[in-house]
């Protein structure tokens, strides 16, 4: 859709990189028709090689806080399901903020095109820049971090009911 990639370069049509391989990946699936795939993304728990966030926005986390972080990336979503959807978008928080729990990551990074970062804010979603956005693949990208600690202190007294959303498992 937006040619982040040059397919050509990837006759069998995978692009891969080195993160794949320990990376977790989640599908989205409609709830009204199971079968159909509406989205994707990927999670990257801390590990040796520094983050693909790290790597394309040149910054480095401090080793205590990359020890206890994970990177969301490659989220795909089909544009028949964009817009105002917002129970896709809290149940993708969702999803990484369980799997971030249960693998002790406190901390969430992620670079996201400026509508999601607009989407992030309507929402109420404590995320923090790390530094202002530039252009990244043909879209104007914002990497940004969210401490899990601080959001459910805040979701807690804020939003009670969406802070109970967020603790049921899916």
């Not at 795939?37 to 990359?66: M, Q, V, Y």
């Not at 309507?122 to 600690?149: K, S, T």
Request: hydrophobic share 40%.
């Amino acid at each position: 859709e937006k040619q982040f990639i040059d397919g050509s370069q990837f006759p069998d049509q995978r692009e891969t990189d080195i993160y794949d391989q320990s990376a977790t990946h989640f599908l989205l699936a409609d709830s009204d028709a199971p079968e159909q795939l509406i989205g994707c993304f990927r999670i990257i728990l801390a590990g040796p090689p520094a983050f693909p966030l790290e790597n394309e926005f040149n910054f480095n986390l401090d080793i205590k806080t990359r020890r206890h972080t994970a990177e969301m990336s490659r989220m795909i979503i089909d544009p028949k399901y964009r817009g105002n959807n917002s129970e896709l978008f809290r149940s993708m928080i969702k999803t990484g903020y369980l799997f971030c729990r249960q693998h002790q990551a406190r901390y969430f990074i992620a670079g996201v095109e400026q509508y999601l970062w607009e989407k992030f804010k309507q929402l109420g979603i404590g995320a923090e820049a790390l530094q202002p956005g530039h252009w990244y693949m043909n879209g104007f990208v914002i990497p940004f971090y969210m401490d899990w600690v601080k959001t459910e202190a805040y979701y807690a007294h804020a939003a009670p009911q969406y802070f109970n959303f967020l603790q049921v498992p899916t």
